[in-house]
């Protein structure tokens, strides 16, 4: 019923309380009993609420994040962008969505199996932790299919990130006599009022940069 730190401070109030009271009111052996019993009953319920409360972070965490790369999964990400685009209206913030898409993620599971795909994922993943601010929001919203959300940065420099990302990637030595790449798309919010629609401006970007050849940004 109570986070932990809650619990603890009723639970030291409790016995600052009681225990002289019932020192004062009972018997030796009686207040013995009581503090003992109190003591162990105490130290179960913390143990107890700290597993619980762990468990309760753990499935939590599992809820809203990808297993393989540790990103964000596609739960959080509409509650994410409804909240750039209120908070863009309220102060005029920019923001800037990238939706990248691994070139050729086919024939790398095809040629060089599952295991080798899914190396490519996780480093990907971790490329974009170390590569993006605490601020921007990364996620993993298909196979081979990443989203990021760039936080109060404009047009000129969402270029630049995205640049920035697609040179790294490429840089990447992820496959052994192999390049990997990417195709970017980038979408700033603008005109647009909904989320759905941002993503679909944003999708549209990348279908051009894949058409236009592939290791590309389109904004």
């Not at 913390?46 to 297993?67: C, E, G, N, R």
């Not at 490519?120 to 601010?133: A, C, D, P, T």
Request: hydrophobic share 45%.
């Amino acid at each position: 019923m109570m986070s932990e730190r809650q619990a603890w401070m009723s639970n030291i109030i409790f016995a600052l309380v009681n225990i002289p009271v019932v020192w004062y009111l009972f018997a030796t052996d009686e207040a013995i009993r009581f503090t003992i019993t109190f003591s162990l009953v105490s130290a179960y319920s913390a143990v107890f609420l700290h597993v619980v409360s762990k468990q309760y972070s753990d499935l939590q965490k599992m809820a809203i994040t990808d297993k393989l790369t540790g990103l964000y999964n596609r739960t959080m990400l509409k509650d994410f962008l409804e909240h750039a685009i209120h908070q863009a209206n309220r102060t005029n913030t920019a923001h800037t969505l990238i939706i990248m898409d691994v070139d050729h993620f086919k024939n790398i599971n095809d040629e060089l199996g599952h295991d080798t795909g899914d190396h490519v994922l996780i480093q990907l993943g971790e490329f974009l932790k170390n590569s993006l601010r605490e601020s921007d929001k990364a996620f993993r919203i298909g196979g081979e299919e990443f989203l990021v959300l760039l936080y109060n940065t404009d047009g000129a420099n969402s270029i630049d990130i995205a640049e920035k990302i697609r040179k790294g990637i490429e840089n990447l030595s992820l496959i052994p006599d192999r390049s990997v790449t990417v195709s970017i798309g980038v979408a700033g919010l603008s005109s647009v009022k909904d989320w759905k629609q941002w993503m679909k401006t944003c999708d549209m970007k990348l279908y051009e940069a894949k058409n236009k050849g592939r290791n590309i940004v389109v904004v």
